[in-house]
């Protein structure tokens, strides 16, 4: 391996790499062989979240009216940058259209 600043080791000398795909190099200690007939959920231990503390959450109006003001905003701002990179593009689109016309002899 080598010297990692803590003084030369014998057993960080003598120490040998894993063999690749060897049952030692993998987090779970083995192959797939387990997950067969298993769901993934029963293996990694995974729940499903439930979002039934929003549904009995209750907000305010003031809290309702600030959130539509964000997202009426938030669309604006996403039309407007929508709008102009068309336009950007077209513009673009154009000026090579017409310098190539030109270099090209079309028109």
Known sequence: MGYNGLGMQRWISTMKPRKFLSK??????????HL???EIEHY???KKNKLDKLLKKKY??????????QISDEHRRNTIFTLLSIIISFGILLLLFFYFGAKMQVF
């Open 24 to 33: 030692r190099s993998k987090p779970d200690g083995g192959g797939m062989e």
């Open 36 to 38: 067969f007939n298993q």
């Open 44 to 46: 990694f231990h995974l």
């Open 60 to 69: 305010s109006l003031q809290y309702k009216e600030k959130l539509k003001r």
